[in-house]
């Protein structure tokens, strides 16, 4: 295991998704105090207003997958329960017994309606899932304003004042987001299906900053994009988090995990206990634990935990190789490389996470 010091006296103490492209504008003022020669390429007006509108897009899609996956989920449990209720009452139960008959239907066509919100069949899933990749293809465009920015440094001829410097960035942002919004579903199919991680990067002949500071350069990207992305993993694999229903990611993989499995063990004793001991058991009893189970498990699944969590921990631990790795480099031009490995382990993430929520199911 790769132990890393983390350095982050500095940090934000408030950390938050969003804070490596300035969202906040007390954010985005202390970048003008601490790395004065890259406020110009840290703060990007333009970038932010197209970033809030997908990232507000995406917040809203995830939470009507959530949602309607879950309430799914639930209403095929209870219409199982409720069935499972009215063959114990046998076929001579009155007519005004509750639950009514009628119930269990309900309850089933509701859940299928509700699975087909939250599957890949309907616009939702697909709308969150672009409008995440067309975020993430924007802050992967905002930080490779800061690899352009290491490539110019020391190099003479290349580099523009801070006006024609905003002029030129202003007229390829538009370029790149033009082309990103109106192919952003055959972009993220290319990365998802194929690996294809080249669609989220500035492209070159671009003026570049002659005022950078290396210094200021490598702490920025250091904070702002290395650190930035391994104390976020961290926090995913924290107590800390509550992006999921109110709880850490991991408690409620463990906790689903052992719920499903203590339901269909439960299930599996009664109706052992009949057949060892002879013990006269209820078959409703047996097969109620074991639609509880499979519920939990098909909760568990449409939700990813299983999968978020591994991604988390292969993320935290190739970027904590890197953060070491780059804590032992001398100057900006050794730390070129981390640079452009982050940027690749971004990449990489991103495409595990399309990968896993594209299939993820909760009903199909």
């Not at 009514?100 to 087909?116: K, M, Q, R, T, V």
């Not at 694999?237 to 052992?258: A, F, I, N």
């Amino acid at each position: 295991m790769v132990t890393v010091q983390m350095r982050t006296t500095n940090y934000m103490p408030n950390h938050k998704f969003n804070d490596d492209v300035r969202l906040d504008a007390a954010d985005r003022q202390s970048v003008s105090e601490r790395w004065p020669t890259l406020a110009t390429v840290l703060v990007n007006d333009e970038l932010l207003e197209i970033f809030r509108e997908h990232e507000q897009t995406a917040s809203t899609n995830k939470n009507i997958v959530y949602v309607s996956g879950t309430a799914a989920v639930i209403s095929l449990v209870c219409s199982l329960c409720v069935m499972l209720r009215q063959l114990a009452d046998g076929p001579g139960g009155s007519e005004f017994s509750w639950p009514p008959h009628s119930l269990s239907a309900y309850l089933a066509a509701s859940g299928i309606l509700l699975g087909l919100i939250s599957s890949r069949y309907c616009p939702y899933r697909r709308r969150w899932l672009a409008s995440r990749f067309v975020t993430e293809s924007l802050r992967a465009w905002h930080f490779s304003e800061l690899l352009r920015a290491s490539d110019a440094t020391g190099e003479s001829g290349v580099a523009s004042d801070a006006d024609e410097y905003r002029t030129d960035r202003r007229r390829r942002l538009k370029a790149f987001t033009s082309d990103l919004l109106a192919t952003a579903a055959s972009r993220m199919d290319r990365m998802r299906e194929h690996g294809d991680t080249s669609v989220a990067t500035s492209t070159g002949g671009a003026l570049r900053l002659a005022s950078v500071d290396a210094s200021e350069l490598a702490e920025a990207f250091r904070v702002l994009r290395l650190e930035h992305q391994l104390l976020y993993a961290m926090h995913k694999l924290s107590p800390d988090d509550r992006t999921v229903s109110g709880l850490p990611l991991v408690v409620l993989g463990q906790v689903t995990d052992l719920l499903a499995a203590l339901s269909l063990m439960a299930a599996l004793c009664i109706a052992a206990a009949e057949l060892v001991f002879g013990a006269p058991t209820s078959p409703s009893f047996a097969l109620a634990f074991t639609v509880l189970g499979i519920g939990v498990r098909a909760w568990r699944d449409g939700l990813g935990l299983g999968a978020d969590e591994l991604r988390y921990r292969e993320y935290e631990f190739r970027l904590s190789v890197l953060k070491g790795e780059w804590d032992e480099m001398p100057d900006l031009g050794s730390r070129r490389r981390i640079m452009r490995e982050t940027e690749a382990a971004v990449a990489d993430e991103l495409r595990a996470f399309l990968r896993a929520h594209e299939h993820a199911q909760y009903l199909f």
